[in-house]
């Protein structure tokens, strides 16, 4: 029996080729009416029940696994500005899913800018084509020396060895981009690797993003040949891209935010906060994006970086206030299982340690600090 996921697929667009690769005007619509019409109504489930395979496929089939590639890969090569609005579009449908497939892109947009440099690499085209789905190790690097993902150097390659604190989409990737740190050097080997047997995942119970099927790795010495590795880096200078990245305030806050306005527009006695929330977030977005926008094309990862810090911690707190204010407005009903505001509130939760160094830590706990 064809599935609901799959009979929206094949109405909503093409058959995916070169010459008619999607681009912003045609790929952002049709995600958006899939995430709506299909993930949305299904989210509930999905964060009991994890996502499906299904839901991969139909990503595939709209283009959304390789729409940061070129277009000779069968890539839209979206910018910015669309990037981020599919981020929104899923967030706000669907946290979870939004979390697997966000472990998954930016991975498509890394091989792409270093595709001339890894032409050898044998899941390289395969990635930028859409054909697998990555999940990633990357974060456990903040937490060296204490904990993290050793690299050790052998002849013709690395072993990796440790756990991975964070994978999300197990058993929907086939992929992993990983993060490990060379100590004697302290040089940070980050690599595409095919999912293999010495790779032991262990069941994670989170109360938030639990459909995201999130789990703990464990790397038993696994063998990364030469082929397979994307760039070695000094460890200070990969500190500093990734305090960069966190600081920013992204695009998902900004999705499940406006997931939560919309449902709380629908409430009895939600007006005022509705009104003076709305344009606040739309604010926060606007300057968001406008000073990451800026810091990027300028290549300095330090401009504006305390303005963006601050956005960000603020950003979260909105989401977190209007969570509750959902849930406040739904008062009882609103704690059970088969209601959306206690999946919202949990999702904000998460937003608030995803990506979290310990400069941002420190500004968050900063907010919390009483002003009586």
Not at 349 to 366: D, N
Request: hydrophobic share 45%; glycine share 6%; net charge neutral.
């Amino acid at each position: 029996m064809t599935s609901s996921v799959e009979q929206h697929v094949t109405t909503a667009s093409p058959p995916r080729t070169a010459s008619a690769t999607a681009d912003e005007t045609s790929l952002v619509p049709r995600v958006e009416r899939f995430a709506r019409e299909i993930l949305l109504p299904r989210s509930l489930d999905t964060d009991r029940s994890g996502v499906p395979d299904e839901t991969i496929t139909a990503l595939r089939s709209l283009g959304a696994l390789n729409h940061l590639a070129p277009p000779e890969f069968g890539g839209a090569a979206l910018g910015r500005t669309a990037d981020r609005r599919l981020h929104e579009l899923l967030s706000y449908a669907c946290f979870s899913t939004w979390l697997v497939w966000a472990q998954h892109a930016p991975t498509v947009e890394r091989v792409a800018r270093l595709r001339g440099s890894v032409t050898g690499h044998p899941l390289a085209e395969r990635v930028l084509r859409g054909d697998v789905l990555v999940g990633a190790g990357l974060s456990d690097v903040r937490r060296y020396p204490d904990r993290h993902v050793a690299a050790v150097r052998t002849t013709g390659g690395w072993r990796f060895r440790g756990t991975l604190s964070w994978v999300s989409g197990w058993g929907l990737n086939s992929v992993l981009l990983l993060a490990a740190v060379e100590a004697e050097t302290e040089r940070v080997v980050v690599a595409l690797v095919p999912v293999g047997d010495r790779m032991a995942a262990s069941e994670l119970d989170l109360a938030a993003v639990a459909g995201s099927r999130t789990r703990r790795v464990r790397l038993d010495d696994v063998a990364v040949p030469d082929a397979y590795v994307l760039s070695v880096e000094p460890l200070a200078e990969h500190h500093a891209a990734d305090r960069s990245q966190t600081s920013d305030a992204r695009a998902h806050v900004f999705g499940l935010a406006g997931r939560v306005l919309d449902e709380l527009r629908a409430e009895p006695g939600t007006g005022a906060v509705v009104e003076r929330w709305s344009p606040r977030v739309a604010e926060l977005r606007e300057r968001a994006y406008a000073r990451a926008d800026e810091a990027a094309a300028a290549a300095d990862r330090t401009l504006h970086l305390e303005e963006r810090l601050a956005l960000k911690v603020a950003a979260g707190e909105a989401v977190s206030t209007l969570s509750r204010a959902l849930l406040i407005a739904r008062s009882g009903r609103g704690l059970t299982t088969d209601d959306t505001a206690q999946l919202h509130a949990r999702s904000a939760l998460f937003v608030l340690v995803q990506g979290q160094t310990a400069e941002v830590r420190s500004a968050q706990l900063a907010a919390a600090l009483p002003t009586f």
